[in-house]
């Protein structure tokens, strides 16, 4: 039964402190989406990958916000530092390119706090 | 600016009604509208999905209702019931930009018993 996965699934902070969020895509999906939810904004798209490089990050606060691909198999999500604003749960999805099949599929997602 | 204006942001109906959640759109160069579902404390899952060149979709109780020229689509749940009371999330995307979606604010349904 093939799934995204992410860890932690819960996350409390302190403001200041370095949060990473883990994602294991699919495997075999040659893309990465980084999305955090909350209820005022909703679902904002904050950075995916093609390949393992950066596609568009656009969406991702710059000055604390950092996305990477080590490899095929994880996604991070990192926030240095961490701000009470940052509160929300972000979700990982991943999808294949190239085929007519376009759909995302979502992880579990992380449900950050940061105090 | 929000590519994809969804309505109602909450919307209640009793089990066996027909809930109708709307999106709009302005992008012409969009052709792929998903819908996707989300149930408390998991992530959204793709429910049903449409391209422009149909007008209607239905997948069991699901049917998308697409208005090309209006620039509208809209979800209908028919014999709604209980267990479909979920988010929903309508989307957009283009084939210059295969899998980046614009998605709607979400709607919050509640189908009582």
């Known amino acids: 039964d093939a799934r995204v996965t992410q860890t932690p699934r819960h996350k409390v902070t302190e403001m200041g402190q370095e949060v990473t969020m883990r994602c294991q895509p699919i495997?075999?999906?040659?893309?990465v989406f980084w999305y955090r939810q909350t209820m005022m904004q909703g679902l904002e798209l904050l950075a995916y990958f093609r390949n393992r490089a950066p596609l568009d990050d656009s969406g991702m606060p710059k000055d604390r916000f950092s996305a990477e691909m080590p490899d095929a198999t994880l996604a991070t999500l990192k926030i240095q530092p961490s701000e009470p604003r940052d509160s929300a749960v972000y979700f990982c999805?991943?999808?294949?390119?190239?085929?007519?099949?376009?759909?995302?599929?979502f992880g579990p997602g992380t449900r950050l706090t940061v105090l | 600016q929000q590519q994809v204006k969804q309505s109602p942001q909450s919307l209640i109906v009793q089990k066996g009604g027909i809930p109708i959640i709307n999106c709009a759109y302005e992008?012409?160069?969009?052709?792929?509208f998903p819908w996707y579902q989300q149930f408390p404390g998991k992530g959204p899952a793709l429910l049903i999905a449409?391209?422009?060149?149909?007008s209607e979709k239905k997948e069991g109780r699901f049917t998308i209702s697409f208005n090309k020229s209006a620039k509208q689509f809209s979800l209908h749940i028919m014999d709604s019931q209980p267990g479909d009371s979920a988010t929903y999330f309508c989307?957009?995307?283009?084939?210059?930009?295969?899998?980046?979606?614009?998605f709607g604010s979400g709607t919050k349904l509640n189908v009582k018993p």
């Open positions: 999805a991943s999808g294949l390119v190239g085929t007519t099949h376009n759909e995302q599929f």
């Open positions: 449409i391209r422009p060149d149909v």
């Open positions: 989307a957009a995307s283009t084939e210059d930009n295969f899998n980046k979606f614009y």
């Open positions: 495997l075999g999906h040659n893309t």
């Open positions: 992008n012409t160069a969009f052709d792929y």
